[in-house]
């Protein structure tokens, strides 16, 4: 067994990598502030291997005995999150990952760092694959995000070079699954949440941008599994399938037996045209690719809604 830290572990993917882990018969460490993540995500593993520190991983992160692996997972990861708390996302990228991965070369343990396509910009490469630089506006309002998680995976390979840490870097594309907050701002929850109101659903433009919707445990396994491997090199974690947020819009209208309109509104600065992992890398390194339906996981995706719905429901009745 090993003993793993997760840093934002309360949050969306954070939390289904905590009880992934903890299937597999590891003993797991959560430490989170709570400034996105929230405590309903990991209630359910309080009874097993686990265990639960408040705290900003901005200060210096102490952890008792060994630990084995460090998963540095805490950001703020939606535009709303990131442009209402700018400063805490450069922080968390930049002193976040320093202690982290401080944490790390004290215990010997493997670094995994969680970047993301953002990485990339609005990319004028496509798909993307891990060579490409970027096309990034560093000083845009989604700058303090893309940036931040630059900034991470320069810090993560010096770490490596220089110390000679063993590291991880996954550059994770757009994932969606139970856990996520209703109102974070991001495509999949907004549409789901106003398709259950039968509100309209709002796209940004035209709808032609598309993106690449990767479902969470599809992403968990991929993670797991580079875990395992001697690769040092950023990694695209994603699903290739691309679609437009028009089409995507009319598919969660689909699965939700509903009719709504779509309505438009401006698209916001620096939002990117198109989005798509290339995961050659991926599947030559884990033998690994999605494998759930859009169509399954909107359905598991949606229950899950519904349900956070009914008991926000409960609560002011």
């Known amino acids: 067994m090993s003993r793993i830290v997760i840093t934002g572990g309360a949050g969306f993917i954070g939390s289904h990598l905590c009880e992934r882990l903890l299937d597999d018969g590891h003993e797991v460490i959560c430490v989170d502030n709570l400034l996105t993540g929230t405590t309903?995500?990991?209630?359910?593993?309080?009874?097993?291997?686990?265990?639960?520190?408040?705290?900003?991983?901005?200060?210096?992160?102490?952890?008792?005995?060994?630990?084995?692996?460090?998963?540095h997972f805490a950001s703020p990861a939606s535009p709303i999150d990131y442009l209402e708390y700018p400063i805490q996302t450069l922080k968390v990228g930049s002193l976040g990952t320093h202690k982290a991965l401080g944490l790390a070369k004290e215990k010997n343990a493997v670094f995994l760092l969680a970047s993301t396509s953002e990485v990339y910009g609005d990319p004028l490469e496509h798909p993307q694959t891990?060579?490409?630089?970027?096309?990034?506006?560093?000083?845009?309002?989604?700058?303090?995000?893309?940036?931040?998680?630059?900034?991470a995976e320069a810090m993560t390979m010096a770490y490596h070079r220089f110390h000679g840490l063993n590291t991880r870097i996954i550059r994770i594309f757009n994932t969606y699954g139970p856990r996520m907050r209703a109102r974070d701002g991001r495509v999949v929850p907004?549409?789901?949440?106003?398709?259950?109101?039968?509100?309209?659903?709002?796209i940004f433009g035209d709808g032609s941008q598309s993106r690449s919707f990767c479902y969470v445990s599809d992403l968990v396994e991929g993670i797991v599994r580079f875990l395992q491997q001697d690769y040092h090199e950023p990694?695209?974690?994603?699903?290739?399938?691309?679609?437009?947020?028009?089409?995507?819009?009319?598919?969660?209208?689909?699965?939700?037996?509903?009719?709504?309109?779509?309505?438009?509104?401006?698209?916001?600065?620096?939002?990117?045209?198109v989005r798509r992992p290339d995961i050659s890398k991926a599947r030559q390194l884990l033998g690994?690719?999605?494998?759930?339906?859009?169509?399954?996981?909107?359905?598991?995706?949606?229950?899950?809604?519904?349900?956070?719905?009914?008991?926000?429901?409960?609560?002011?009745?």
């Open 288 to 317: 690994w690719e999605p494998k759930v339906s859009l169509e399954e996981g909107l359905k598991a995706t949606l229950e899950y809604f519904r349900q956070l719905e009914a008991a926000e429901a409960g609560k002011d009745a």
């Open 130 to 151: 891990e060579a490409y630089w970027g096309n990034v506006n560093p000083v845009g309002p989604r700058g303090v995000y893309d940036e931040a998680k630059r900034f």
């Open 235 to 273: 990694l695209n974690l994603g699903n290739p399938a691309e679609i437009t947020i028009k089409q995507f819009a009319e598919k969660v209208l689909e699965v939700a037996s509903v009719k709504c309109e779509i309505v438009s509104r401006p698209l916001p600065v620096d939002d990117p045209k």
């Open 40 to 71: 309903r995500n990991i209630a359910h593993l309080h009874n097993r291997d686990f265990l639960f520190i408040k705290h900003d991983v901005t200060n210096y992160i102490f952890i008792e005995g060994k630990v084995d692996a460090v998963l």
């Open 190 to 202: 907004a549409f789901l949440s106003q398709a259950l109101n039968q509100e309209p659903l709002t």
